[in-house]
Every structure is written in structure tokens, then in C-alpha cells.
């Protein structure tokens, strides 16, 4: 069955500091890749996605994530973390069953952000 | 920007009592996603609409949820008799197509308390 693993429950980044947040996807071919940031009691926001070419792919506030098709991974990242990044970040996989595209969802990572 | 609509943002109900949320999606987007996120955890997929009709219900607890997209455009969600363990956030999503390639967009999702 179609999986994701965020390996990590709670993240903390110096603000300033670069980040990594790590997802696994369990999946037989290449599926279509997501991360969303969730800020507490809101709904989730797109931070960038993965279709197909280029496995580095830009997000929005300055967020990056690299395809691994080997590892099955699709990292997010940032350079320099700012204070307001403190949320929950949950990455998705996307993939085809019966014609149309499901999306599952890991447990997320919440990120604190110390000054 | 165009936005998922959901109301309400926050429902306190007593166990054994009806409730109902709502969702209307973005304007021309075909599919539609109910998830549900217990605290901690990820979003979990209820019922996934393509147009009016269901898709995917596979995780819907039939006993007591029901979950109608009349027209193709908004849907509603409802709980009778809700039960304490039914305490989570409620979120809507919508995407353009269901046949792949797309994004979802959340709303901001209904907080559930049963007492």
C-alpha cells in the first residue's frame, strides 16, 4: 500500500540556521509529490510540488525540495530559517487508483524555531 | 485569490447529536476532498468527490457519516450521532481535475469538539 514516513515528530532550528525536514514514500512507480506547512488551528498550504523533470523543484518562502528516486525521498529545505516558519509541515504523495489521483499524507514534523 | 470555503470554523456538539460542515469549493474544480486530522497527526482522507459523484469512500465510517455533493459544486459533511472520538479538524480540499497532475487547495478547516 502507498505509504509516507516523516521520520521526525519535532524539529528544532536556530533561527538563522539551514533546515532539513526528511519524508520517505512508499510507492511501486513514480508518484506526485507534495509539501504543505500548517499553521495551528488553519488549514494547509502548498509549499511545492513534484510532477515529473527537474527533482529539484522551488517553493514558496523560500523553500527547495530534492526528488531521490532511489531513496524515495523528497527532503525539504531552507537555506536560513526565520522565526515565523515555526509550523507543522506534512508532506503527501500523490498517486492514481481507479482514474483518479489520491493524496496521502504523512504524520508531519513540527518545526519549533529557537532565537 | 480564490479560496476553499468551510463553515463552521469551530462546532462544540454533545456526544449522540447531529452536526453537519460545509464546504464550496474552488470555482471550477471538479474534485473534491474530505480529510479528517486528529490532533497530531496527519490528514486522513473520508470521501473524495469527482463532480457529484463519490470516488473513493473506502475510510468513511458509513455507520454514522454521510457525505453529499449535489449539484457537483458544494458538499456537506454529516456526523449523527457523534461520538467523543470524532473530536478532530474536518478539511475540505479541492483540486482543478482528479486524473492527476494537480494540486489540492485547503480550506481552513472545521474544528471539532464533542462533549
Known amino acids: 500500500a502507498q505509504s509516507v514516513t516523516q521520520p521526525d515528530i519535532h524539529i528544532t532550528v536556530s533561527e538563522g540556521a539551514s533546515l532539513e525536514l526528511r519524508c520517505n514514500y512508499s510507492?511501486?512507480?513514480?508518484?506526485?509529490l507534495f509539501w504543505y506547512v500548517q499553521s495551528p488551528g488553519q488549514g494547509l498550504q502548498l509549499l511545492l510540488k513534484?510532477?515529473?523533470?527537474?527533482?529539484l523543484v522551488q517553493g514558496i518562502k523560500g523553500f527547495e525540495a530534492e526528488f531521490k528516486r532511489s531513496q524515495s525521498s523528497f527532503n525539504l529545505r531552507k537555506p536560513s530559517v526565520h522565526w515565523s516558519d515555526a509550523a507543522e509541515y506534512f508532506c503527501?504523495?500523490?498517486?492514481?487508483?481507479?482514474?483518479?489521483?489520491?493524496?496521502?499524507f504523512g504524520t508531519g514534523t513540527r518545526l519549533l524555531v529557537s532565537p | 485569490e480564490a479560496e476553499v470555503a468551510q463553515s463552521p470554523r469551530y462546532k462544540i456538539t454533545e456526544k449522540s447529536q447531529a452536526v453537519a460542515f460545509w464546504c464550496d469549493p474552488i470555482s471550477g474544480h471538479a474534485t473534491l476532498y474530505w480529510y479528517r486530522q486528529i490532533l497530531g497527526q496527519g490528514p486522513e482522507l473520508l470521501v473524495q468527490?469527482?463532480?457529484?459523484?463519490?470516488?473513493?469512500d473506502s475510510q468513511l465510517p458509513k455507520d454514522r457519516f454521510s457525505a453529499e455533493r449535489l449539484k457537483g459544486v458544494d458538499s456537506t459533511l454529516k456526523i449523527q450521532p457523534a461520538e467523543l472520538g470524532d473530536s478532530a479538524m474536518y478539511l475540505c480540499?479541492?483540486?482543478?481535475?482528479?486524473?492527476?497532475?494537480?494540486?489540492?487547495?485547503f480550506g481552513q478547516g472545521t474544528r471539532l469538539t464533542v462533549v
Open positions: 480540499a479541492s483540486s482543478l481535475i482528479g486524473q492527476g497532475r494537480t494540486e489540492a487547495f
Open positions: 510507492y511501486g512507480a513514480t508518484p506526485y
Open positions: 468527490f469527482q463532480d457529484e459523484s463519490v470516488v473513493d
Open positions: 503527501a504523495v500523490g498517486f492514481m487508483n481507479t482514474g483518479f489521483q489520491k493524496l496521502v
Open positions: 513534484y510532477f515529473s523533470g527537474d527533482t
